[in-house]
Each structure stands twice: as C-alpha cells, then as structure tokens.
C-alpha cells in the first residue's frame, strides 16, 4: 500500500509502499477515502527535519538529552549512531482521516465491515491506503456527512475541546488568535455556541475569510488590536482567548492578556511561548490554561490502546466523544467546512499537497486533503519486496535464511546494525504496521518486508527467526516459529507465565530446533574475562549485582501486567541469569525481598533477590529504582578463594593486580554481548558452532517467572 513519510534528515516528503496494517484486537482496520493534512503539526515535523544537527537538539531538547545520558552510559560512538539511525527512520504523517471498515478486532463493538468512520491519532489515523486505529479513536459517520468532511473530524475535536476549556457560555465574547484552519473551526463552534466571535491574525486573506463567511468579526493582527476589541466589548474586553497561532515568541500571550477582561480566561492551542507578563496577568487576575489535543484521554494508553472508557458521568467528553460531537455539528450544518477544503490531491502527489501549504498567502492551503482512490484488497498488500542494497553475506543461499520479527528501537539500534559483515541470507522483516518494516528491510538489504507473522512462517527459505518484539507475544512466535521448523532467537523474556513457558519447552522438544534467549550479558566481552578469573576456583563464589535502573512512571508499558510483565522479567531476568551463569552450578533455592512502597497498588520496582547454588554459592541481585542516575547502572562484584573482581557498566573490569588493581575499561563504546551473542545463535543455526545449551536459558527464564510471581505476593499479601 502506498503511505506518506517524512524524512527527518531533509525534511523531505516521500510515498513508500509498505505492508498493510494486520487487523489486531482492539483496532479497526480501515480503507482510506480522505485524510487530512495539518497545517501546523506535520508543518513543523518538516520544519525540523530541514534544520541543521544543531537547530535539530534547539528544537527537541528532551532527545538531545537523552542522547547526552546515552553517550555517558555507553559511549560517544554508541551516541552518535542511535541518532544517526534515528534520522534515517522515516516519520509516518497523518493524524485524521476518513474511511470504510475492512475488518474489527475483538472487543470493538459497535463497529462493522462496510461501515464509514472517521479515525484520529498520531501514528495510526495516518495519511495511507490502509489504517489500524483503536477503537476509541474510530467512530461512526453520520450519513448526512461525506467522508470528505468527515476526515476534519480530528482537527475539530481539538477545537472543540479548546472551547470546553475555556468554558463558554452563550452571550460570551471569544477573541481568537490565529486563524488557521483550527482557529478558524474555533471561530464556527463558539458562534455555533452562541458567543460573539472575534479572529485575529497577520494574514489579511485569512481574515477576509472569517468576515466574508460571516463566522464573526475579523481584524488583522496590528497595534490597534486592543482597541477594537475593547470597542466591540463595550470596553470590558473579551471573556475568553484562544490562541492558535503558531510562533516561537509570546507575542499571542501576551496580547491575550491585553484583550481579556478582569478575570478573564486564556487558553492556549498552539505552538506559542507561553511567557505571561506578570502585571497583566496577575492584577486582572487572568486564569491561563492549556488544551490538549483532542481531550480526556489523550496519552493515556489504557484508554487510547487497551479501549478503557471513562465513565460519561464523570467525564462527559473524552477524545472518542469529542470527535462523535463534532461530527454531529457537521451533520446538523452548524458548521460550514466547504470554505476551508480548498485543496485535495491523489495520495501518490502527497509532496504537491505539502507545499500548497506554503504557497502565495492569496493561493495558500487550508484544509488541504489526500484521496484514496480503490485499489487490491488489503490482504494483496502485507508483504512488499524489497531491494537488496548489499549482499547479504559472501556464499548467498548457502548461509542461514535469518527473517526478524519486530521493528521497534531495540531492533533499529542495537540487533540489525550488528548483521553487517555476518555470515547470512537475509529474508524479512515484519512488523504490525508495515513502514518500520519496510524502511528497515530496505535499509540492511532484506529480501521482503511483511505486516504478518505468515510470511516469514511460510517461507522456505527462512531457517532462523529473530523475535525482537514487545514482551506479550515472544512466547507465542517462538512457539509458532519452532512448530514451523526454524531456530529461534527471542529478546527477552522468553515467557511471561509459566504455562507460555512450557508451551515453548515443549515446541522445541518437538522440533529439535536451536533456541536462544536474549541474556546478552553472558557474551559481554568483559564479563567473559570475568568469569575465566575464577574458572579454577575451588571455593564457593559470593556475587552480588547491584542494578540501579532509575524510576519509571507507573503508566510505562514495562509496568503493564499483559504487555511488559513487570520489571522483573522485563529487565531484572538479565541479572538473575548473569549471577546462575557466572557461578556455573545449579540453583537450589531463592529469596525474593520487594522493597516496601507507600501503595500497595503501585507496581514493584525495587526488590532484593538472594540465590543459593548447589555448590555453596550465594548470589545477590538489587534491583533498584530509588538510586542516583549519576552513579554506574550496573554493578557486579565476586569474589572466590582470594580473587575478587567488579564489573561496572560492562566497560570497566578491575581484577587484582601483582601491586594494585589492574583495570580494564572500553572508552568509544560498552559492547554487553550482543554481537557475540547473534554470532553465536547464527553459527549454532547454521550447524558450523555448538548447539545452544537451551536449559540454562530455559532454567533462568522459569527462575525471572517464580521471582516475579514471589515479589508479587509478598509485596501484595
């Protein structure tokens, strides 16, 4: 299917085909008639991909930072190629859009096949032949309205919920700065409201479009603002100011105050500065506030993904409810868009679309759409080939079939950058959206790129199989992978649930496949070093790992007891099977500690683990998010029979030496095994390494489960 994407490098605009969306549940699938453009949202994605690396960190500070904590943890040079990655991941565009239902997820009701809806959300309502959007951010179009009309549903949820903070009440003056295409829904919704509309902009032709249409009175942005407005106000000033104009300065803060009465309210909607003088804004006593997107539930993943309704009494309009209400405006004629759809292009010249947004101000786009003519089925459309820009390994066929499934960061920054220079056939790439697929498939010289598990599962010429998915489904692919006859690599953790578990257990059993789990740290070039020091120990080992991974908010997806298992077996699992694989003898029995919280209804996220060894070994893991991100992440510390040894950060070992301690550090940077490990899994796939001891990866998986299952019940009793 064809999808439109950004390119953060140039701020280019480009048409790719990818794979169709797979139907999921919880999502509907949807074949697009219309999408929207938005003037100010993807304007300013492109604005930032045509700025220089330096306007690039101005502009996201929040990266750049983390790219800073990134280049501290593991090196300049691991920095610096996450961000170039980054750049050269395409950007998917689009956010509102209109179309028919091809097929509905479980737990979707009140939806069918055949039926028209209107869809928002970032990263899924996008400008594409095929959609997947969730069921509260897809609702029915009524049949007094056109797709055409309906695909501004989105835009007029935010501008309605705009006007539900600021609070109107009829007879009230409304004073809009910016008029775009959402201050310019603004303008129509508060008349439809009953209040005296006022716009405001710099753009003589904008406002001429509010006065002719009658949507209220128009003045063009200059010094006299302020007294016309206080002139139509019967010199009061206005009783609300919505500002939706875009701007890097506070000018539009500022003249709201200007324009306000004596406790007057402003909200802002667009990009604006939002720097309030203090004598105006304090001595009218003004209230300032801020409108999210489309309302209540905006961000929130239970409500936008897992399809949690807040209740109607306590929160009568939510995203799904601002988007049904603004199309009921559109069905009653209280609102008029004819006006503002004054460009539609054929999806496949979606670069023409873009720069009718910044034409001549007399010629210059408003509502500026996309079409979607019919096209094959969506099920033609989940696997596209792709063009092999490289060999994928110097004997062709004769290496491993290796195909990935998952396309998500860890994939794009850490496992597929390390099959350059190794020894096999590269396949697929699948992914549930279909355009991280692509863009990584084309970009490591992959064969196909798929939205389906079926495509990999049923190619011949696929041996081995990388599952770099999120934790819900590993256990499932492995299985289906194993049943299907091919090596499987799967990111941690392996299973969420023991019965997941022995389902896994027992495909492999069946198929005799090799299975490798993503405990990485074990092939870590230093934690090698570390365990040869006591390689000929005779003693018993003391080991203890202190892990201080930081605080995560309780909405983070590793907390979600379906899709990330906690942090115990989304992270804790590699320092559990680091100390069983140090030491080197069987498990005998364990100790779980959570730390004690305020709540008893947050998630755990500290926890001590005590491990005993058949042998006399005692091992200790602290899993801690109550430290200081300036101290090391990860600490492990041993000592047998007089040799001692600490591992920091997986690029500092200190081992004695003859007069003091001898370290080893990795400056550019921390190499924790993954190469080595993909190596491995590829040669032991291959049948030109040894097999994989898959019970030790299958013991430390089953020992994160028992750990997780025991904090829960302590901390929870």
């Known amino acids: ?66 790219l800073i904590e990134l280049a501290r943890a593991q090196g300049p040079l691991t920095a610096y190629q996450v961000a170039q990655r980054a750049l050269d991941m395409p950007v998917a565009l689009g956010y509102s859009c209109a179309g028919v239902v091809e097929a509905v997820g479980a737990d979707c009701q009140g939806l069918q096949p055949g039926q028209r809806v209107a869809c928002a959300g970032q990263g899924w309502a996008s400008h594409a032949d095929f959609v997947s959007v969730p069921r509260r951010l897809c609702v029915p179009i009524p049949d007094a309205v056109s797709d055409e009309h309906a695909a501004f549903a989105t835009v007029g949820a935010i501008a309605l919920q705009s006007l539900r ?14 008029l775009g295409l959402v201050g310019l829904l603004v303008c129509q919704l508060a008349r439809a409201n009953g209040c005296r509309v006022i716009g405001v902009d710099i753009d003589p032709h904008r406002v001429a479009l509010l006065r002719e249409n009658g949507w209220g009175d128009a003045i063009e942005a200059g010094d006299a603002v302020a007294g016309m407005v206080h002139g139509l106000t019967a010199g009061h000033g206005a009783d609300a ?19 306000c009465r004596r406790k007057g309210r402003v909200v802002v909607v667009g990009r604006t500065l939002m720097h309030a003088p203090r004598e105006t804004y304090l001595f009218k006593e003004l209230s300032l506030h801020t409108s999210m997107a489309y309302g209540p539930g905006t961000g929130d993943p239970g409500y936008e993904v897992d399809g949690h309704d807040y209740p109607l009494g306590y929160v009568r309009f939510t995203e799904e409810r601002n988007l049904a ?119 490591h010289g992959f064969a196909f790129a798929a939205s389906e598990l079926a495509a990999v599962l049923e190619d011949d010429s696929t041996d081995a199989v990388l599952v770099l998915t999120r934790h819900d489904s590993h256990a499932e692919i ?49 934690a090698v070093r570390m365990k040869a020091g006591f390689q000929a120990r005779s003693q018993p080992m003391f080991v203890n790992y202190l892990a201080n991974v930081g605080a995560r908010p309780a909405e983070h997806w590793l907390h979600h007891p379906r899709e990330g298992g906690g942090v115990i077996l989304g992270e804790g699992c590699h320092h559990l099977d680091f100390c069983c694989w140090l030491v080197g003898a069987p498990l005998t029995d364990f100790h779980v500690a959570p730390l004690g919280q305020s709540r008893r209804d947050t998630p755990v996220e500290s926890v001590a683990v005590t491990l005993r060894f058949a042998d006399g070994s005692v091992a200790t893991v602290s899993y801690l998010s109550n430290g200081n991100p300036r101290f090391p992440t990860e600490t492990v510390e041993a000592c047998s029979g007089g ?17 003091w301690r001898h370290k080893t550090t990795a400056r550019l940077a921390v190499d924790k095994g993954h190469r080595a490990q993909l190596a491995a899994f590829l040669a032991a796939a291959a049948g030109t390494g040894p097999a994989i001891g898959v019970d030790g990866y299958f013991a430390s998986s089953r020992l994160a489960i028992e750990v997780s299952d025991r904090a829960t019940v302590d901390r929870n009793p």
């Open 165 to 178: 903070i600021a609070e109107t009440r009829l007879g009230e003056t409304v004073v809009v700065i910016g």
């Open 241 to 259: 100011v919505i500002i939706t104009a875009a701007t890097d300065d506070a000018g539009p803060v500022e003249l709201a105050g200007e324009l």
């Open 1 to 66: 299917m064809r999808q439109v994407v950004a390119n953060l490098r140039d701020g280019s605009i480009e048409v790719r085909e990818v794979p169709a969306p797979v139907g999921r549940p919880g999502f509907v699938l949807v074949r697009n008639t219309f999408s929207l453009i938005s003037a100010g949202t993807e304007s300013a994605t492109l604005q930032l991909g045509r700025k220089n690396p330096f306007g690039k960190a101005l502009a996201r500070p929040e990266q750049a930072l983390k």
């Open 643 to 659: 040799h001692q040894a600490r591992l920091i950060d997986f690029k500092t070992l200190e081992t004695p030496g003859r007069w």
């Open 478 to 526: 492995a299985r289906q992978v194993l049943e299907a006859g091919k090596h499987v690599f799967v990111e941690k953790p392996l299973a969420l649930d023991g019965p997941s578990l022995e389902a896994v257990i027992n495909a492999q059993a069946r198929s005799g496949k090799q299975v490798m789990v993503g405990f990485n740290r074990r092939y870590a070039p230093l």
């Open 325 to 443: 209400a603004f199309l009921d405006q559109l069905a009653l004629r209280n609102i008029d868009l004819t006006p503002l759809a004054t460009h539609r292009f054929a999806v496949s010249n979606a670069a023409d679309a873009f720069a009718a947004l910044g034409s001549a101000a007399e010629a210059r786009g408003i509502g500026v759409l996309l079409t979607y003519a019919g096209g094959p089925p969506v099920a033609t459309q989940r696997r596209v080939p792709c063009v092999q820009v490289k060999p994928s390994s110097s004997n062709g066929n004769a290496e491993p079939g290796l195909s990935v499934i998952g396309a998500g960061s860890f994939a794009t920054h850490e496992f597929l950058p390390l099959l350059k220079g190794m020894r096999v056939h590269l396949r697929g790439v699948v992914s549930q959206t279909g355009l991280r697929a692509q863009a990584l498939a084309q970009r």
